[in-house]
């Protein structure tokens, strides 16, 4: 083992550098990568739904609204980041990051459902109360 992180020294020292870092970065991401691509999935549905829901209505599209879009991807991506780290720094004893994604996405998932309702009339939320109470 001494051996091979001589080596590693003698190749280059910039390569540990940016294999360390690398490594320490990733390691941070990792862990919520299924949050931050689930967040950008439910801001895209979003975004689809309320385009579609807006044709529907004749309303305009504006290079505004669809600015918006990422504008909350990055929010919500900096919301995630800050209580993971906070999570990690102060070892918060429950699941916080959990807590905070679940949140984003239950506000999305309901815009999405109220875009649904103003493009089909069909309301989800009793649809699927009707579905469970069988």
Not at 22 to 39: E, K, N
Not at 77 to 90: P, R, S, Y
């Amino acid at each position: 083992m001494k051996a091979v992180i001589l080596k590693l020294l003698h190749q280059s020292y910039e390569f540990f550098v940016v294999a360390f870092t690398t490594g320490f970065i990733a390691s941070f991401f990792i862990p919520i990568q299924d949050f931050l691509l689930f967040t950008v999935a439910v801001v895209f549905a979003d975004t689809i739904t309320g385009i579609k829901a807006a044709k529907k209505e004749g309303q305009k599209i504006s290079s505004k609204g669809l600015y918006r879009t990422t504008e909350k991807i990055v929010v919500y991506f900096v919301a995630i980041l800050i209580f993971e780290g906070a999570k990690n720094t102060f070892s918060i004893p429950f699941p916080i990051t959990y807590m905070v994604a679940m949140m984003i996405s239950a506000t999305e998932l309901f815009s999405v459902a109220e875009n649904i309702k103003r493009i089909t009339g069909v309301e989800l939320g009793t649809l699927i109360l009707r579905f469970f109470r069988r």
